[in-house]
C-alpha cells in the first residue's frame, strides 16, 4: 500500500509558507478567504494531521482538505514546488482511506458502496450506453485500441439533475435518502427518472462528436458499451484509497483480458486519472493511455472568423505536462481568445466541489463564468462536460469536440441519427 | 500568602474530579492569582471583581469574542484551528495564538471594531497577503488579525490623472492586468507580487526589480484614507502630484508595517507602459566587477528599467534546477533593462560595449520579446532553484535584504561574499542592484542554536557592510520583528538615536494603548 504519510511529508517539508498558492487557490477567495480553505492553510493543517495522524480531532479538519479542488494551479506558482493539491489529496486518503463509517457522510456512503455494486456510482450502468443507439458512429470489435468514455459524459447530465433535486429537498433529506441508497443499493433505480432527456441529449451528442471525430481521423476504437466500468475517480478523489485500489484492479484486469494496449480516454479527469494516479495504485498498468485529440486528423475542418473563448480545463492543463493539442486543434479554425486566468494560470470552474460543498463550487463556477464572459466572446469553449455542467449558466457554453463538429469540412457531417422515441 | 500560590498551584488537580464546571474553576483562579500577585489598592477603591479583573487584562476571551461577533457578525473567525493559520507568514517567525481574525467585506464595521479593541486593549495585527520575510504579519497572542483580503476593489482608473483608487486587498499582480488594459502600470513590483497587497506594499514600502528606475513604493502613493486606532478616520494626500499642505502625514504611513492605523483607501500614481525595451546579459569573472559595472552605467547617465545580479552560487543552483547553462568561467551574472527611446539599438549597443568595458567576458543583447524572456527564465527561476537545493527539510533559505549607494556596489558585494565564508555560511547573493539592492540568500536551519547564532552574525555584518557603505539595513523587505536590532544599530551608526524617540512619541500619540502590531519594527 502507498504510504501516504511519507508522501505528505515529503511535500509539506519544503513549504517555505510564502502564500503565493493562495492568491491562485479558487476555493480560499470563493470562501471568504478562510486561510484553512487555501492551499497554505491546507499545507500547515498537513503538518498538524503527519504529527497527530491518529486524533480523531483531526476528522474534523477533513473539510479543508475535501473541499480542495485537486486543480493544481498551486503548484504552478510555487517557488519550492510543493503541490498542495496532491496534499489534500494524501491527506484525504489518511483520514478516510478505508471502509466508510457511520459518521462518512451518507453521500460519500451511497457512491462508494454503488460504485462497488454496479461499477457506477449512481448504479444506472445501462444509461451510460444508450448513446451509441442514436449515434452514426463505428467501432471494431477486433481493434486493441479501447475508446473508454468512463461514463463522464453520461454521469454529468444525471448529476446535474440530483443537485437541483438536493436544492428542491435541503441537506438533510437528501442525506437521508442517500443513507437508505447506501443500505439498500437497488433503490438506486430512482437515479433514472432524473433523466432529463433535453440534457442528456446534450452530452450524449458530445460523446458521439468525439468519436465521429475519430473515425473521420481514420480511428475505429473498441467500445465495451453497457459494460464499460466507471473508472473509480470519486472513490480516489473522496480520499477512500483501499475502495479505491481494489476497484482500479477490478477495472485494469477488466482491459488485460481483453487485450487492450492503448486507452482513448474523452474527458480530461479519466486522462488524468489513467495517466497519473492509477499507475501508483496497480502494479503493471503499462497501457499507453491517451486523450482523443491527439487523434485528430487537423485537416478537416474549415477555418472561419468565428471568434471563442476557451476555458481550459484543469486536469488537462495544470495536471499534465504537455497539452498543446488542446489548443493546436483550434489553431486556423478560429480566433481563439482567453481570459486573465489561462495556461498555467487557468482557474478550475469549481466542479470536483459540487457534491460536498456546493455553496463554494456555485460561487466559483459564477466567478469563473463571469472572467470568461468578460473577454467578449459570445461563445465559450471547453473540453470537460464537468466545466461545461458547471459553466453553463446561460447556454452560451460548448464542447469542443461539438464545437469542432460545426467546423468540419464534410458538408452536414452528422454525428445522429434522428431522434427516435423507442 | 505562601499557602495561597499552593493552592492556586494544587487547586487544579485538586477539581479533576469534575465536581465543579471548568470555567468556574478558572475564574476562581484568577481571582486568587489577581489577590495575592496584584496591586489590592485597586479593589479598595470599590471597583467591582469583573472590573478588576478586565482591568488586568484577564477579561473572559469567550464573553470577548461574543461581544465582537455581536460587532462584526459572520465575518469573525474564533475557531482555533481556522485562527492558528494567522500565525504565520513568509518569515521563519512564527507568531503566538491571536484571539479571533476579522475578516471584513466593507469598513463599516471595521470603526467599531478598532474602538472595541482600544476599549478591550486588544492588540491588533492588520494582514495583507502574508507575505512577510521579517515577521510583521504574524499574529500577536490574544490578538486580533484583520485581514483585509475582501476589501480588494478597484474603485477608480484615471489615465488623465494618472491616477488609481484601490482598497488595500487587491493584490499587486491583479491591479497590473487591469491597469495593462488601459496600457498603465504601478511599478513597485516585489518578487511576492503575485500575492502581495496594495495594503502590504505600501506598510513595508516595497521596492522590487523596477525600483532602479522607478524608486520604491514611498514614489508611487499620492494619499491614503486612514483609519487610526482612536476611530478617527483620516485623509492624507490627493490625487495630485503637487501637494504642499504641511506635514506630509502620507510618508508617516508607508513603511509603518501597521504599527500607526489601518490602510482603507490608497490614491496610487500609474505611469504609461514603456513601448519598447532591450535586455543585455553580461557575464564577469567575479562579483566586484559586475558592481563596477553597475556604477559605470550609472555613471554614464544611462538609469536600467531594470539591473539583476546573481552570482555563481545561484548561477549553479539555476543550472542544476533548470538546466540553464553559463560560462563556466563567470562568477557573476548581470541582466539590464534599458527603455529605448528610438527603433535604432544604439542606447542598447552603448551600454553592451560598457559592459565589456567594465570586464565583462561575455555580453549579449536583444530587444526580441521571445529572447528577452528566454533570458528572463533565468532570473526568474532564482529564487526557486535555491530552494530546492536544500539539504534538510528544516533548512530554509532565509533572505537578506541590504542596500547600498550603487558607487559602493563593488566593495559592498565582495565583503558580503568574504563574510559568508567567514561565518561558514552556504549564501547565494543575487539582487536589484540597480538601486543598490543586495539580497543575500542564507541557507540555514533555524532550529538549530549554533548555526542559527552564525546566521545572526552574518546579517549583523550585512547591516554593518550596509551603514559602512552609506546604506541601509533593510532596503525593501522592511523591520518587522527580524530587524528591531540592526534598526537599532543603524541609528547609533548615523547618530540618529533621537529617531527612535520621535518614533516611539508619534506611536504614543496616535496609538497610545499601544494596540496595532505591538513589538513589530522597535519594542
Given at each position: 500500500m502507498i504510504d501516504y504519510t511519507t508522501k505528505l511529508r515529503k511535500e509539506v517539508e519544503v513549504c517555505i509558507e510564502c502564500g503565493f498558492c493562495e492568491a491562485v487557490c479558487p476555493t480560499f477567495s470563493s470562501s471568504g478567504f478562510l486561510p484553512s480553505y487555501g492551499a497554505r492553510g491546507r499545507i500547515i493543517l498537513a503538518r498538524d494531521l503527519i504529527e497527530k495522524n491518529s486524533s480523531p480531532k483531526f476528522r474534523e479538519l477533513s473539510s479543508s482538505f475535501m473541499s480542495c479542488l485537486n486543480c493544481f494551479a498551486c503548484l504552478h506558482v510555487c517557488p519550492a514546488g510543493v503541490n498542495a493539491g496532491a496534499v489534500s489529496s494524501y491527506a484525504r486518503q489518511l483520514i478516510n482511506g478505508s471502509t466508510p463509517t457511520k459518521e462518512t457522510d451518507p453521500l460519500i456512503r451511497m457512491i462508494l458502496n454503488l460504485t462497488e455494486k454496479f461499477e457506477n456510482?449512481?448504479?444506472?450502468?445501462?444509461?451510460m450506453s444508450s448513446w451509441v443507439d442514436s449515434s452514426d458512429v463505428s467501432f471494431s470489435n477486433d481493434s486493441s485500441i479501447l475508446l473508454y468514455t468512463g461514463s463522464m459524459y453520461q454521469i454529468t447530465p444525471y448529476l446535474e439533475r440530483l443537485q437541483r433535486m438536493r436544492e428542491i429537498m435541503g441537506e438533510s433529506l437528501t442525506k437521508f435518502f442517500?443513507?437508505?441508497?447506501?443500505?439498500?443499493?437497488?433503490?438506486?433505480?430512482?437515479?433514472?427518472?432524473?433523466?432529463?432527456?433535453?440534457?442528456?441529449?446534450?452530452?450524449?451528442?458530445?460523446?458521439?462528436?468525439?468519436?465521429?471525430?475519430?473515425?473521420?481521423?481514420?480511428v475505429v476504437p473498441r467500445y465495451l458499451g453497457a459494460s464499460e466500468p466507471y473508472p473509480g475517480t470519486l472513490l480516489h478523489d473522496l480520499?477512500?484509497?483501499?475502495?479505491?485500489?481494489?476497484?482500479?484492479?477490478?477495472?485494469?484486469?477488466?482491459?488485460?483480458d481483453m487485450g487492450i494496449r492503448k486507452i482513448i480516454t474523452v474527458d480530461p479527469h479519466t486522462y488524468d486519472l489513467l495517466r497519473n494516479i492509477y499507475p501508483d495504485y496497480v502494479r503493471d498498468f503499462n497501457f499507453e493511455v491517451y486523450h482523443y485529440l491527439e487523434f485528430i486528423d487537423m485537416k478537416q475542418f474549415t477555418s472561419s472568423q468565428e471568434s471563442i473563448v476557451l476555458h481550459e480545463p484543469c486536469h488537462l492543463v495544470l495536471h499534465s505536462s504537455s497539452s498543446d493539442f488542446l489548443h493546436d486543434v483550434l489553431d486556423g479554425i478560429c480566433e481563439t481568445k482567453y481570459p486573465r486566468r489561462h495556461g498555467s494560470r487557468t482557474e478550475c470552474c469549481g466542479g470536483p466541489d459540487e457534491l460536498l460543498f456546493p455553496d463554494l463550487s456555485s460561487s466559483i463556477s459564477r466567478r469563473r463564468l463571469k472572467d470568461l464572459e468578460d473577454v467578449g466572446s459570445s461563445k465559450i469553449v471547453t473540453a470537460c462536460p464537468i466545466c461545461e455542467a458547471n459553466l453553463n449558466l446561460r447556454g452560451n457554453v460548448i464542447d469542443l469536440a461539438d464545437f469542432l463538429v460545426q467546423h468540419h469540412n464534410t458538408p452536414r457531417f452528422s454525428t445522429r441519427r434522428p431522434f427516435q422515441r423507442k | 500568602m505562601i499557602d495561597l500560590l499552593c493552592l492556586t498551584e494544587k487547586f487544579p488537580s485538586l477539581l479533576n474530579s469534575g465536581v465543579l464546571p471548568e470555567d468556574i474553576v478558572a475564574r476562581f483562579l484568577t481571582i486568587i492569582k489577581l489577590l495575592?500577585?496584584?496591586?489590592?489598592?485597586?479593589?479598595?477603591?470599590g471597583t467591582t471583581w469583573k472590573d478588576y479583573i478586565a482591568s488586568n487584562n484577564q477579561k473572559d476571551v469567550g464573553a470577548l469574542i461574543d461581544e465582537l461577533k455581536k460587532i462584526v457578525g459572520?465575518?469573525?473567525?474564533?475557531?482555533?484551528?481556522?485562527?492558528?493559520?494567522?500565525?504565520?507568514?513568509?518569515?521563519?517567525?512564527?507568531?503566538?495564538?491571536?484571539?479571533?481574525?476579522?475578516?471584513?467585506?466593507?469598513?463599516?464595521?471595521?470603526?467599531?471594531?478598532?474602538?472595541?479593541?482600544?476599549?478591550?486593549?486588544?492588540?491588533?495585527?492588520?494582514?495583507?497577503?502574508?507575505?512577510?520575510?521579517?515577521?510583521?504579519?504574524?499574529?500577536?497572542?490574544?490578538?486580533?488579525?484583520?485581514?483585509?483580503?475582501?476589501?480588494?476593489?478597484?474603485?477608480?482608473?484615471?489615465?488623465?490623472?494618472?491616477?488609481?483608487?484601490?482598497e488595500p486587498g487587491v493584490r499587486l499582480n491583479d491591479l497590473n492586468e487591469t491597469l495593462a488594459e488601459k496600457g498603465y502600470f504601478f511599478p513597485p513590483d516585489p518578487g511576492s507580487s503575485i500575492s502581495a497587497t496594495i495594503g502590504g506594499i505600501i506598510s513595508t514600502n516595497a521596492g522590487g526589480l523596477k525600483a532602479s528606475l522607478y524608486g520604491t513604493t514611498r514614489n508611487w502613493i499620492l494619499g491614503l484614507e486612514i483609519l487610526l486606532p482612536n476611530g478617527e478616520t483620516i485623509f492624507t494626500g490627493g490625487k495630485v502630484l503637487k501637494q504642499t499642505a504641511g506635514y506630509d502625514l502620507t510618508s508617516l504611513f508607508i513603511g509603518a508595517e501597521g504599527t500607526l492605523g489601518i490602510i482603507i483607501k490608497a490614491i496610487l500614481k500609474i505611469w504609461p507602459i514603456p513601448p519598447k525595451t532591450g535586455r543585455i546579459v553580461a557575464f564577469f569573472r567575479s562579483v566586484s566587477?559586475?558592481?563596477?559595472?553597475?556604477?559605470?552605467?550609472?555613471?554614464?547617465?544611462?538609469?536600467?528599467?531594470?539591473?539583476?545580479?546573481?552570482?555563481?552560487?545561484?548561477?549553479?543552483?539555476?543550472?542544476?534546477?533548470?538546466?540553464?547553462?553559463?560560462?563556466?568561467?563567470?562568477?557573476?551574472?548581470?541582466?539590464?533593462?534599458?527603455?529605448?527611446?528610438?527603433?535604432?539599438?544604439?542606447?542598447?549597443?552603448?551600454?553592451?560595449?560598457?559592459?565589456?568595458?567594465?570586464?565583462a567576458i561575455s555580453v549579449k543583447s536583444t530587444t526580441s520579446k521571445q529572447e528577452m524572456e528566454q533570458m528572463y527564465l533565468a532570473r526568474k527561476g532564482a529564487y526557486s532553484s535555491l530552494l530546492r537545493l536544500r539539504k534538510s527539510p528544516h533548512e530554509r533559505v532565509i533572505i537578506g535584504d541590504i542596500v547600498v549607494p550603487v558607487s559602493m556596489l563593488s566593495g559592498a558585494l565582495t565583503e558580503c561574499e568574504a563574510a559568508a565564508r567567514e561565518f561558514n555560511l552556504r549564501v547565494a547573493l543575487f539582487g536589484h542592484v540597480g538601486d543598490g539592492n543586495i539580497h543575500a540568500n542564507i541557507y540555514a536551519d533555524p532550529s538549530d542554536p549554533v548555526m542559527w547564532e552564525r546566521v545572526l552574525k552574518y546579517q549583523h555584518r550585512?547591516?554593518?557592510?550596509?551603514?559602512?557603505?552609506?546604506?541601509?539595513?533593510?532596503?525593501?523587505?522592511?523591520?518587522?520583528?527580524?530587524?528591531?536590532?540592526?534598526?537599532?544599530?543603524?541609528?547609533?551608526?548615523?547618530?540618529?538615536?533621537?529617531?527612535?524617540?520621535?518614533?516611539k512619541g508619534i506611536k504614543r500619540i496616535v496609538d497610545p494603548n499601544n494596540i496595532m502590531n505591538r513589538g513589530k519594527v522597535f519594542d
Open positions: 456510482p449512481l448504479g444506472i450502468q445501462r444509461q442517500a443513507s437508505l441508497i447506501a443500505r439498500f443499493p437497488t433503490l438506486s433505480l430512482v437515479f433514472k427518472l432524473l433523466r432529463d432527456r433535453k440534457s442528456v441529449n446534450s452530452y450524449e451528442n458530445s460523446l458521439a462528436s468525439i468519436v465521429k471525430l475519430l473515425n473521420s481521423s481514420g480520499g477512500y484509497s483501499e475502495n479505491f485500489k481494489r476497484y482500479a484492479e477490478r477495472v485494469t484486469s477488466r482491459f488485460k | 495575592i500577585q496584584q496591586d489590592l489598592t485597586k479593589r479598595s477603591s459572520n465575518n469573525l473567525i474564533s475557531d482555533p484551528r481556522e485562527t492558528v493559520l494567522f500565525e504565520s507568514d513568509a518569515s521563519p517567525f512564527r507568531g503566538e495564538p491571536p484571539l479571533a481574525a476579522f475578516i471584513p467585506d466593507g469598513t463599516d464595521d471595521l470603526q467599531k471594531t478598532i474602538l472595541f479593541c482600544q476599549k478591550n486593549k486588544i492588540p491588533v495585527v492588520v494582514r495583507g497577503g502574508g507575505t512577510s520575510l521579517t515577521g510583521s504579519s504574524v499574529s500577536l497572542s490574544g490578538s486580533l488579525v484583520i485581514s483585509t483580503l475582501k476589501l480588494n476593489r478597484i474603485l477608480e482608473i484615471s489615465p488623465v490623472d494618472r491616477y488609481v483608487v484601490v566587477e559586475a558592481g563596477s559595472a553597475i556604477s559605470n552605467l550609472k555613471r554614464l547617465g544611462i538609469n536600467p528599467l531594470i539591473a539583476e545580479f546573481m552570482d555563481r552560487t545561484t548561477m549553479d543552483a539555476i543550472s542544476t534546477e533548470m538546466g540553464i547553462t553559463f560560462p563556466d568561467q563567470a562568477g557573476s551574472m548581470l541582466m539590464v533593462d534599458l527603455i529605448l527611446n528610438s527603433q535604432k539599438r544604439e542606447e542598447l549597443h552603448f551600454a553592451g560595449n560598457l559592459m565589456k568595458d567594465s570586464g550585512l547591516g554593518e557592510i550596509a551603514l559602512r557603505s552609506g546604506g541601509s539595513v533593510s532596503a525593501e523587505h522592511g523591520i518587522g520583528i527580524e530587524k528591531k536590532d540592526l534598526l537599532l544599530e543603524e541609528y547609533k551608526y548615523t547618530g540618529s538615536l533621537y529617531n527612535l524617540e520621535l518614533i
